[in-house]
């Protein structure tokens, strides 16, 4: 009886590995059948073609799609996967590294799942975090595998819907992300390309070196504080020039005193300096014997101030260096001779413009790059109550940041824009502060950076100066 059991036993061991052997065939030939129809779209497929809408988000979203949601990490990313209707499919999250290895292995999990449910495309949702998302992203659109991005607040937000807790962690962060994916609350990513990833690149170090710069300065500034207090009166602008051609040679006022006015001139003509800086070296004297700074430590606080004001210079050499390419590659994009035709917005501006805003076509309206730079208005409004209007600063900081010295610059240097915003802030029926006029002021340069770009017209001053309605004007319409 024993013996007839065992044999039994074995004999259905061996029937199940046989059926699972041949599950895993019929496994293996799914998975080829989703892989070969897997097809990725980005946002040139569904963004260029009109305005994608939350119900065309929502049709995007198909019954035989998978759809993952993938919490990034600095070394580590965790993804879940649902289906349309918000089952989940995988038993728990799935840890993958952000390596090539990881990828495939993150693909390979995805698409069994697929396989086993149904499924033939997949979409891949992600909260984008810093930098670490761009290798992942690119790397699933380049196999197949459709790529959305979150809003990390919206996720913040839901993370109680799921199972009533306030908690946020890297494995209930997927399921969430991929809620808000079959909800259609996503975004399609942009990664900048061709030549606007190269402005993107140099925007982005030209604004980490100008940060670098003025760390230096500031620590330069506490240096002349102790050994020098009286250097604004002496110097003016320590970053000068003549200053840093000084101060790399000693800041100690008793060594600039022994240097004398000629001592200081000759510094300035073997850096071969040319301007009225020379006529300050008797100031810079003067103010050096009066000096009350500290006497001790100065061996020390000179080298400092040295090595600071050198570093300065670098600064200034690689910015300009930087600020060249940039200018360059600006002036590549088409009709961008026409936009240095409003006075004020120069190359500089416009080439931080051009790099956050990146390729005009991903736009349909105006609206949506305001909205991208944080600038489109909102209000808090309930029943009675009327929240203030304001904008909303969410969005590319640095693009705001550009707009905003655009419309300063040009209320500054253009006629035009001048009267346009005296006339904000002026007139008889909500006047605006002037703060408020610039922003609007950036709105209106923007409107006239896209249309410039879009349509490739020519810049026409005259067609600002419309929106100001003058007295007699508006009698006369309220006359009609």
């Not at 013996?3 to 074995?10: I, L, N, Q």
């Not at 799609?65 to 799935?94: K, P």
């Not at 700074?293 to 000179?302: A, C, P």
């Not at 736009?363 to 929240?387: N, T």
Request: proline residues 2%; contains cysteine.
């Amino acid at each position: 009886m024993n013996v007839k059991t065992s044999k039994a036993k074995k004999q259905v061991k061996v029937e199940n590995q046989a059926i699972n052997l041949l599950s895993k065939e019929e496994l293996s030939k799914k998975i080829e059948v989703v892989e070969k129809g897997l097809r990725s779209y980005t946002w040139r497929e569904l963004e260029t073609n009109g305005k994608f809408t939350k119900n065309d988000k929502l049709s995007f979203i198909t019954d035989d799609m998978l759809i993952a949601g993938c919490d990034i990490g600095s070394e580590t990313h965790y993804i879940r996967a649902i289906d349309v209707r918000g089952r989940e499919l995988s038993r728990g999250a799935f840890e993958f590294s952000n390596t090539a290895e990881g990828f495939e292995n993150a693909k390979a999990w995805v698409m069994e799942l697929a396989a086993k449910n149904g499924k033939k495309q997949i979409v891949l949702g992600l909260e984008p975090t810093g930098h670490y998302w761009f290798a992942l992203a690119a790397w699933m659109i380049s196999n197949g595998i459709s790529v959305v991005q979150v809003n990390p607040y919206a996720v913040k937000q839901s993370k109680e819907i799921e199972d009533n807790s306030q908690l946020k962690d890297d494995r209930k962060d997927p399921k969430l992300i991929a809620n808000l994916v079959k909800d259609g609350n996503y975004g399609m990513p942009y990664l900048p390309e061709k030549i606007y990833a190269d402005m993107r690149r140099l925007s982005m170090f030209r604004d980490q070196l100008a940060e670098d710069r003025i760390r230096n300065i500031n620590r330069l500034h506490r240096e002349l504080k102790i050994y020098f207090p009286e250097y604004m009166d002496a110097f003016g602008k320590i970053d000068g020039a003549f200053a840093l051609e000084v101060l790399k040679v000693s800041c100690i006022p008793s060594e600039i005193t022994e240097l004398g006015t000629e001592g200081l001139r000759k510094i300035w003509h073997d850096a071969k300096l040319r301007g009225r800086g020379y006529g300050r070296a008797g100031e810079i004297v003067n103010c050096a014997e009066g000096s009350v700074g500290l006497k001790d430590g100065t061996s020390v606080g000179r080298e400092a101030v040295k090595w600071f004001a050198e570093q300065i210079r670098k600064l200034d050499e690689q910015l300009a260096q930087i600020e060249s390419i940039l200018h360059r590659k600006c002036m590549e994009i088409p009709y961008a001779e026409n936009i240095l035709g409003i006075r004020g917005v120069g190359e500089n501006i416009l080439a931080g413009i051009a790099a956050e805003m990146g390729d005009i076509s991903r736009f349909d309206d105006v609206k949506e790059i305001q909205k991208l730079s944080g600038m489109s208005l909102v209000a808090c409004s309930s029943g009675k109550h009327r929240g203030q209007t304001k904008i909303s600063h969410r969005g590319r900081k640095r693009l705001r940041y550009w707009l905003f010295q655009a419309a300063k610059s040009a209320v500054s240097h253009a006629d035009e824009f001048k009267q346009l915003h005296e006339y904000y802030t002026t007139r008889a029926r909500n006047p605006l502060k002037k703060m408020q006029s610039l922003i609007v002021t950036a709105c209106k340069i923007l409107r006239v950076i896209y249309t410039i770009l879009k349509t490739g017209t020519a810049y026409d001053p005259q067609k600002l100066l419309k929106d100001i309605k003058h007295p007699e004007t508006a009698l006369a319409q309220m006359a009609v």
